[in-house]
């Protein structure tokens, strides 16, 4: 069973809300889970980052239900620039456990 | 003022050949990491530094050679450079371990 997963793709348009979700097989108790934006040539960037319930920053949502078994990232009215692979992680201290990037592509 | 560097960010070298990449982050981190992503855009850990001591070593090969000389640098060496080694290098630095991560830009290693 792997360990972390999302969708490898999804489209949208302008002006949209777009909600990502990840699933945790094997989260731990004392992990985190972290959402990080990667565009090409370049390094993954941090977006958000949450244990439990909801989180809210000014770019992005973060909703972790009870279980925490899976993780959804919301993307409030995405534009082109969003344009991205989008990767999910669950990490304690000694264990990483990143979903395989979904690549999210925003049309005019 | 980049906040993690790494150098250098393009490497080409032959099968067989020796070769280290090295990183530097400026925060004051306590925790640095050594991240490899293949063709397929995979994310993998290889390993994990904090405050100096190794903390994760994920199944990487023993050609593969992680040294933190000070908290701010994660130098990688690896020896007798193979085909499957081709791919991108990240280093990354968090304050605490499984944190909030800052990636450097990457390192393009091409075998040849």
């Known amino acids: 069973l792997a360990k972390t997963t999302q969708p490898i793709s999804m489209d949208s348009y302008e002006g949209q809300e777009v909600n990502i979700t990840c699933s945790h097989n094997n989260i731990a108790t004392n992990d985190y889970i972290t959402w990080y934006q990667q565009f090409p040539s370049q390094g993954p960037r941090f977006i958000i980052q949450?244990?439990?319930t909801k989180v809210t920053n000014e770019v992005a949502s973060l909703f972790i239900p009870a279980d925490r078994k899976s993780s959804t990232l919301s993307l409030p009215r995405v534009s082109l620039s969003d344009t991205a692979v989008y990767y999910c992680l669950s990490a304690g201290f000694n264990k990483f456990y990143f979903g395989s990037g979904t690549k999210l592509n925003v049309k005019p | 003022d980049t906040a993690v560097s790494q150098t250098p960010k393009y490497l080409v070298t032959q099968m067989g050949n020796d070769k280290s990449i090295k990183c530097e982050q400026n925060l004051g981190h306590d925790t640095m990491y050594w991240y490899k992503q293949d063709s397929k855009k995979f994310l993998k850990i290889m390993f994990s530094y904090n405050n100096k001591e190794l903390i994760i070593n994920e199944t990487v090969p023993n050609r593969f050679s992680p040294k933190s000389p000070d908290k701010a640098h994660l130098n990688l060496h690896i020896n007798s450079l193979e085909l499957g080694d081709s791919a991108v290098y990240f280093c990354a630095s968090s304050q605490e371990a499984g944190g909030h991560g800052f990636f450097g830009q990457g390192t393009r290693l091409t075998v040849v």
């Open positions: 949450g244990y439990k």
